[in-house]
């Protein structure tokens, strides 16, 4: 069983910078693919970004391609999101995703979620 545990969020003015860390415990948390998706409240969850864990073949979103970067550290069993250039829109709780259908960009088939981190950008 792989347990996920969010770090990072926080509150940031617009064009600020934050950074999420996701920990998978377990000495098997290096064979998931793993990302990232957010859920504002009323709303669907939607994709983020997500990276691979053979390859680093990465995905992201259209909202933020240009401005977030996606990355792991296998050895630590750590994925990481590096959110610059933060817009009052990206307002919501983030959750860290594991499993063999995040690439597709969909929260369904997911086989484990983080308890979500709060991220808040004011302006």
């Known amino acids: 069983q792989v347990q996920l545990i969010e770090s990072g969020g926080g509150l940031v003015q617009a064009g600020g910078s934050l950074r999420l860390s996701c920990a998978a415990s377990?000495?098997?948390?290096?064979?998931?693919?793993m990302g990232w998706f957010r859920q504002a409240p009323g709303k669907e969850r939607e994709f983020v970004a997500g990276?691979?864990?053979?390859?680093?073949?990465?995905a992201y979103a259209d909202f933020v391609k240009g401005r977030f970067t996606i990355s792991r550290d296998n050895a630590k069993n750590t994925v990481y999101l590096q959110m610059n250039s933060l817009k009052p829109e990206d307002t919501t709780v983030y959750y860290c995703?594991?499993?063999?259908?995040?690439?597709?960009?969909?929260?369904?088939?997911?086989?484990?979620w983080g308890q979500g981190t709060q991220v808040t950008v004011s302006s």
């Open positions: 995703a594991a499993g063999a259908t995040v690439l597709d960009r969909s929260p369904n088939g997911i086989i484990y």
């Open positions: 990276i691979s864990s053979s390859d680093a073949t990465t």
């Open positions: 377990g000495r098997t948390g290096s064979r998931y693919t």
